[in-house]
């Protein structure tokens, strides 16, 4: 079954088109990577997907429900609340934390379940310090972010978007602004979380990362999809001259 699904997405700020008509299909349990130079629209692909940016015409599918429709004068959103409603069905882990500073490692991640979702507090609490093992972080949970290195709030933002019980994750380049040391220990949460068949989207510039754990790669530059397939098809044996062009200057 496909949790999303992405159809004809087209988005311009003024008049530069940054994603031109756009088409992804995201299975149950599948890890897809998006690959490709900056200003390419990787970026601006997820803030649509997760309605943080309007598209300007196409349309947005959650496990089956068609949320943004294609209209002839341009997308068609939903209210506010059928919006909402739709959030349910992801996490988002950004590139910069986007952590409460005033609150707790605690607080940070249990707020949103026991605020928004309704759930049991100690239910929630017990939940959140069994995240916090799988993130490698226990001892932390008192902290404030102040307190964290980069590569703890980072984690802290993984167990946070687990929380909500997602059907899936979106991670908008999660080890751009680490250093590699700290960037190993983030993906090797993400890898835990591809081998427990977590439904992923990575934008990331670790290659051999995509290539380790992706079901699917995809490479994209200016606006467009150009190359789509496995690991090895688009890592490996790239058939688009601008996709072995971008991997042959990565291995420089």
Do not use: W
Not at 47 to 60: K, M, P, V, Y
Not at 75 to 89: G, I, L, R, T
Not at 160 to 180: C, G, I, Q, V
């Amino acid at each position: 079954m496909s949790v999303l699904e992405l159809k004809n997405i087209k988005k311009s700020f003024g008049n530069k088109v940054v994603l031109q008509d756009i088409t992804l299909k995201v299975d149950e349990g599948e890890v897809v990577s998006i690959i490709g130079p900056s200003g390419s629209g990787k970026s601006t692909l997820l803030r649509c997907a997760t309605f943080l940016e309007h598209i300007d015409n196409g349309s947005i599918t959650y496990a089956g429900s068609e949320v943004v429709k294609k209209g002839t004068e341009g997308a068609v959103y939903p209210s506010k609340k059928e919006v909402q409603k739709a959030c349910a069905n992801f996490g988002l882990v950004f590139q910069n934390f986007n952590l409460f500073p005033h609150f707790s490692v605690l607080k940070n991640i249990a707020d949103a379940p026991i605020v928004i979702q309704k759930r049991n507090k100690e239910e929630v609490y017990n939940e959140v310090r069994e995240l916090l093992k799988k993130v490698g972080i226990s001892d932390k949970e008192n902290a404030y972010p102040c307190e964290l290195s980069g590569g703890q709030q980072q984690r802290v933002a993984i167990a946070r978007a687990l929380a909500l019980h997602p059907a899936m994750l979106y991670f908008d380049e999660p080890t751009s602004a680490l250093d590699p040391e700290i960037t190993a220990e983030i993906l090797r949460v993400m890898k835990g979380l591809a081998a427990e068949k977590m439904t992923m989207v990575i934008v990331t510039h670790e290659i051999d990362f995509a290539k380790a754990v992706s079901d699917r790669v995809i490479f994209m530059d200016g606006g467009m999809v150009i190359e789509e397939g496995s690991p090895t098809d688009v890592i490996d044996n790239p058939k688009n001259e601008r996709t072995k062009t971008f991997l042959t200057k990565l291995s420089v």
